[in-house]
């Protein structure tokens, strides 16, 4: 029933191929679901997914009808102090929100596509009032209630970009405390990505036990590992097709 009602909903067939400019991020979906009889309309988002180091963190929000935030948008086109303050407002406005993160070690044992599922499902089902619809970005989730996968969601529906940018504001905050664990990484800079400066320490220092180690550029500069080839981001290339 879920995917059925997915289906109808998702706009992304005739989408497909259109850059993210000609998108605008709205309401638009929210208020037909509504129409539609459905209250609690989540929107579920993950950040840290490319990342080498750490968890992958995940948020899903509802909003009111009448919620305004000035600005909303994904959170990458967002600027930092901006996005912080966004967070503030989506958080003392939300009808619920919730944050749930998946490990490093998760990551590495049931790879980041299944670990990017997990912490977006435990994120909108730990929501009160439950949901009765969720809009996701672009990859389905294992959920008992109807649901939208929308490519790049975050730039064109409200209640994925604010979740998309409580998800951030928290993990950048998480990555500025590992970096007190792990100085000379550069984590509170990198937020954990294959910048050059980053790629330099793992050279110099071999990875931490925070580190993916199925990813590649991890993986080839542990002292020794038994694991096979990195492949962790080609498990993505046929959720945005």
């Not at 609690?40 to 009808?65: H, K, N, T, W």
């Amino acid at each position: 029933m879920a995917r059925v009602a997915a289906r109808k909903l998702n706009p992304d067939r005739e989408a497909k191929g259109r850059v993210v400019a000609s998108w605008k991020c709205q309401d638009k979906l929210e208020q037909e679901l509504r129409a539609r009889g459905f209250r609690y309309i989540a929107g579920a988002d993950e950040v840290g997914r490319g990342s080498l180091f750490g968890a992958v963190v995940a948020a899903a929000v509802i909003l009111a009808p009448d919620t305004r935030i000035p600005g909303l948008n994904d959170s990458k086109l967002v600027e930092p102090e901006k996005r912080e303050k966004m967070a503030d407002r989506i958080r003392e406005r939300a009808v619920a929100w919730t944050i749930e993160a998946v490990d490093a070690a998760t990551i590495d044992r049931i790879n980041i596509y299944q670990a990017s599922r997990l912490a977006m499902k435990r994120a909108i089902e730990r929501l009160q009032p439950s949901a009765d619809y969720a809009l996701v970005d672009a990859v389905p989730l294992d959920l008992p209630i109807p649901q939208c996968p929308l490519i790049q969601g975050d730039a064109r529906c409200h209640a994925i970009a604010a979740a998309s940018i409580i998800a951030k504001v928290y993990r950048d905050q998480m990555m500025r405390e590992w970096d007190r664990f792990f100085p000379g990484y550069g984590l509170a800079s990198h937020k954990g990505y294959t910048a050059p400066d980053h790629l330099a320490a793992l050279r110099r220092l071999g990875p931490t036990p925070q580190h993916r180690m199925t990813f590649e550029p991890v993986r080839q500069n542990a002292l020794f590992s038994l694991l096979p080839r990195d492949r962790q981001m080609e498990l993505f290339s046929g959720a945005r097709a």
